[in-house]
C-alpha cells in the first residue's frame, strides 16, 4: 500500500528538550511538506522540500529544522527554541512541486510537559 | 494577502439534513480551490478540488463550484450522515511557484442521529 507514515502518533516532551518527527513516504513524490495544526486553526506551512537535498521555510520556521536526505524521508525537529511546540504536526507529500494535490499523513500529536 | 474564510462552527445537523458550509477567498492570481476532511485524530483526506472558475468538484455526494465572480467555493451535500461528522477545511493553492496550500481555519460538522 502506497503512503505517508508518520511516527509516532503521540509524543510528549520535557520542556527544553530537542524532538523529532518522523514522516516517510513510498509515493515517490519529489515534494514534501510539514504543517502544523492548532485548535480551532487551519494549517501553516513550516517548512517544505521540493527536492532531495533542498528544502526551505514556510510561514513559520522559527524553532524548527528538517532535513531531506532521501526521497522517501522529511524529519522534523522541533528544538527548544520553538517557544510553543504544543500542537498536531502533519506532513504531506506531492508528485511535484508545481503539482496542485497534496497528500497527508495521520499526524503526530506533540505535547510539551 | 492571500487567504481563505470559512464560516465558523461547530455546524450541527441532523441526518439527512442539507449541508452547506460557506468558503471565500482572496488570492492573487488564479488559485486551484481545495475541501479537505479531517475525521477526529487523523490527517486530512481530499474530499474535492476545481481548477478554474466554473468547475465543479464533487465526491461522495458532497459537491462545490468554483465561482470566480464571488470568490466562492461553497461546500453542499444534500443529505448528511452520522459518519460525515468530521473537520472540513476550505483551502487554496497559487498557480506558479511551490504548492503552498493556504488553509481556512476549519469547520465543525456533528451530524446526530
Known amino acids: 500500500d502506497g503512503g505517508i507514515t508518520q511516527s509516532p502518533k503521540y509524543l510528549f516532551r520535557k520542556e527544553g528538550q530537542n524532538v523529532t518527527l518522523s514522516c516517510e513516504q513510498n509515493?515517490?513524490?519529489?515534494?514534501m511538506y510539514w504543517y502544523r495544526q492548532d485548535p480551532g486553526q487551519g494549517l501553516r506551512l513550516i517548512y517544505y522540500?521540493?527536492?532531495?537535498?533542498?528544502?526551505q521555510k514556510g510561514d513559520i520556521a522559527e524553532g524548527y529544522s528538517v532535513s531531506r536526505e532521501k526521497k522517501e524521508s522529511f524529519p522534523l525537529t522541533v528544538t527548544s527554541a520553538q517557544k510553543n511546540p504544543t500542537a498536531f504536526y502533519l506532513c504531506?507529500?506531492?508528485?511535484?512541486?508545481?503539482?496542485?494535490?497534496?497528500?497527508f499523513g495521520p499526524g503526530t500529536r506533540l505535547t510539551v510537559l | 494577502g492571500n487567504s481563505v474564510t470559512q464560516m465558523e462552527g461547530p455546524v450541527t445537523l441532523s441526518e439527512e439534513a442539507f449541508l452547506t458550509i460557506n468558503c471565500t477567498y482572496t488570492a492573487t492570481g488564479y488559485p486551484s480551490l481545495f475541501w479537505y476532511v479531517q475525521y477526529p485524530g487523523e490527517g486530512l483526506q481530499l474530499l474535492l478540488k476545481?481548477?478554474?472558475?466554473?468547475d465543479k468538484g464533487s465526491n461522495k455526494g458532497f459537491e462545490a463550484t468554483y465561482r470566480k465572480e464571488t470568490t466562492s467555493f461553497h461546500l453542499e451535500k444534500g443529505s448528511v450522515q452520522v459518519s460525515d461528522s468530521a473537520v472540513y477545511f476550505c483551502?487554496?493553492?497559487?498557480?506558479?511557484?511551490?504548492?503552498?496550500?493556504?488553509f481556512g481555519a476549519g469547520t465543525r460538522l456533528a451530524v446526530h442521529p
Open positions: 509515493l515517490n513524490h519529489d515534494a
Open positions: 504531506a507529500s506531492s508528485i511535484k512541486p508545481d503539482y496542485n494535490e497534496q497528500f
Open positions: 476545481a481548477t478554474k472558475a466554473d
Open positions: 522540500s521540493q527536492i532531495v537535498n533542498d528544502f
Open positions: 483551502a487554496l493553492i497559487l498557480s506558479g511557484g511551490y504548492n503552498k496550500l493556504i
